[in-house]
């Protein structure tokens, strides 16, 4: 079975900073590009970020370019989110998502596993 497990979310102030993590396992990590979305409550999901396969090549939006950094371990079979700058619109339940093809995407519907999520909150 594959999973996608995220951890490191929690409550910090605007401005603050937070690392997520996203363990996998049941797959070949290094085999698929890796995402980050967002969902905030009554809000549709959100791209967040991109990475590939090997690491070589990001892709963000334009609401978190220059203070998120996407980044990977594959020894690890790991995925991180590093999170600077936080504002409260940033404040959502981040997903990880893994997506077998080599190109990137930020279509929700393109990847094709997804984690349970992990709570980002940013006080104002």
């Known amino acids: 079975q594959v999973q996608l497990v995220e951890s490191g979310g929690g409550l910090v102030q605007t401005g603050g900073s937070l690392r997520l993590s996203c363990a996998a396992s049941?797959?070949?990590?290094?085999?698929?590009?890796m995402g980050w979305f967002r969902q905030a409550p009554g809000k549709e999901h959100e791209f967040v970020a991109h990475?590939?396969?090997?690491?070589?090549?990001?892709y963000y939006p334009s609401s978190v370019k220059g203070r998120f950094t996407i980044s990977r371990d594959n020894a690890k079979n790991t995925l991180y989110l590093q999170m600077n700058n936080l504002k409260p619109e940033d404040t959502a339940v981040y997903s990880c998502?893994?997506?077998?093809?080599?190109?990137?995407?930020?279509?929700?519907?393109?990847?094709?596993?997804w984690g349970q999520g992990t709570q980002v909150t940013i006080s104002s």
């Open positions: 990475i590939s396969r090997n690491g070589g090549n990001t």
């Open positions: 998502a893994a997506r077998s093809s080599a190109a990137p995407s930020s279509t929700r519907s393109s990847y094709d596993y």
């Open positions: 049941g797959l070949t990590f290094s085999m698929y590009g």
